[in-house]
Each structure stands twice: as structure tokens, then as C-alpha cells.
T-cell receptor, first 114, second 115 residues
Framework: EADIYQTPRYLVIGTGKKITLECSQT?????MYWYQQDPGMELHLIHY???????EKGDLSSESTVSRIRTEHFPLTLESARPSHTSQYLCASTAGGMVVNEQFFGPGTRLTVL | AQTVTQSQPEMSVQEAETVTLSCTYD???????LFWYKQPPSRQMILVIRQEAYKQQNATENRFSVNFQKAAKSFSLKISDSQLGDAAMYFC????????????FGTGTRLTIIP
């Protein structure tokens, strides 16, 4: 399996709490992504980064924020969790360069907001 | 905007038989990549196969092959000699060839293998 990790794997939290979902990869990849996936549904890109200090919003609007201070680390933060944020969040990474490369996915964090 | 459509929410196949999963896409680009990803239950999503649009030859990876019809914007996945470990959600995905790898996914097909 790919060297990309996400913690926690499962999180149940109350409304209004601040949460941070961790994502790290040991492959030295420049490009990293966050996807949101509802059960049985497709993945939607919510954030991406092409390198340190580079972050962009994805195609699906999200109230979450991300940061990229280190190449290997791409955390996602929700300042005030709401039930509408309940979903699975997948992190992915790929090597940089001009060639389109395979994305490697983490195991996901399943978030439930009560 | 690019769209990817998978019209089969669920498919099933007998073990050792062959199954084909359908995918169509819409794009105005001529240079792009198509992928099939596999998401087993409670496990990480992994790449099954990829196809570069400029290549006329269909990609093949062991028991997995694609039928890429560029004019029809169709990209089906054939799994031969199906095995129990093939049971998963299969997602078709598209990206333009501009090096940013922003993937657009289809809604997925859940494949069940019948022993």
C-alpha cells in the first residue's frame, strides 16, 4: 500500500468543535489533495496544493481550510463542525512535474458530527 | 466543465467470469488521461489502470483491460477471470493533461463477485 497516512480514521464529535484531520506522506510528493466522499458517492475535490505554501480551493465549496507548511504534511481544519460536515475525507498525493502521474490515496477519515 | 458518468450503480459477476464496467465522459479537450480506481471495503483506493488519450492502443494490466473509444467518449473496464478480491467500488476518473492532476470522478460502480 501507498505511504500516505490519515489520522484519525474515525471521529465522532459534537457541533461547534474545532477539528483537524491529519494527512502525511513519505513519498516526497509535491502535489496533495483533499477529497470529500459521501457514502456510495463520487469523490469531490475540496482542496489541493502544488507545494509548500501553495493551497487552492477545489471544485466543491467547503468551509474547511488547509495549510502546507511542510512537503509531507497537509492538514485540514474545520473551525466549527456542523452535522452537514459529516462525510468521509480522503487525502491523496502525487509526484510533481509536467507528466500526469498516479494519485495515491490515504485510508480516509470518516467524520460524524452530532 | 468535464463530467464523468457511470450508468451502472451495481454489477455482479460469477467468480472466474468476465465483467465489463461502463464509463462515459464529456470534455472539449483533446489531450487528457482516464483512470479506473478501485476502492475495496474499508481499504485504500488504488489505481487499476490508466489510459492516455493520445494513445490509440487500449491499456492492459494483467486481468484488467480497457476499451477506449475516443470519438464516442467511452472508457469501459473489462475484468477477466474475476476473483473474490475484485469486489469493490470502481470509479472512473478524468484529468486534463496540464500536469495538475485534478481528477473528476464518476459516481462509481459497486462490483460484487458471486462465489
Amino acid at each position: 500500500e501507498a505511504d500516505i497516512y490519515q489520522t484519525p480514521r474515525y471521529l465522532v464529535i459534537g457541533t461547534g468543535k474545532k477539528i483537524t484531520l491529519e494527512c502525511s506522506q513519505t513519498m516526497g510528493h509535491d502535489k496533495m489533495y483533499w477529497y470529500q466522499q459521501d457514502p456510495g458517492m463520487e469523490l469531490h475535490l475540496i482542496h489541493y496544493s502544488y507545494g509548500v505554501n501553495s493551497t487552492e480551493k477545489g471544485d466543491l465549496s467547503s468551509e474547511s481550510t488547509v495549510s502546507r507548511i511542510r512537503t509531507e504534511h497537509f492538514p485540514l481544519t474545520l473551525e466549527s463542525a456542523r452535522p452537514s460536515h459529516t462525510s468521509q475525507y480522503l487525502c491523496a498525493s502525487t509526484a510533481g512535474g509536467m507528466v500526469v502521474n498516479e494519485q495515491f490515496f490515504g485510508p480516509g477519515t470518516r467524520l460524524t458530527v452530532l | 466543465a468535464q463530467t464523468v458518468t457511470q450508468s451502472q450503480p451495481e454489477m455482479s459477476v460469477q467468480e472466474a467470469e468476465t465483467v465489463t464496467l461502463s464509463c462515459t465522459y464529456d470534455t472539449s479537450e483533446s489531450d487528457y488521461y482516464l483512470f479506473w480506481y478501485k476502492q475495496p471495503p474499508s481499504r485504500q483506493m488504488i489505481l487499476v489502470i490508466r489510459q492516455e488519450a493520445y494513445k490509440q492502443q487500449n491499456a492492459t494490466e494483467n486481468r484488467f483491460s480497457v476499451n477506449f473509444q475516443k470519438a464516442a467518449k467511452s472508457f469501459s473496464l473489462k475484468i477477466s477471470d474475476s476473483q473474490l478480491g475484485d469486489a469493490a467500488m470502481y470509479f472512473c476518473a478524468y484529468t486534463r493533461n496540464f500536469g495538475n492532476e485534478k481528477l473528476t470522478f464518476g459516481t462509481g460502480t459497486r462490483l460484487t463477485i458471486i462465489p
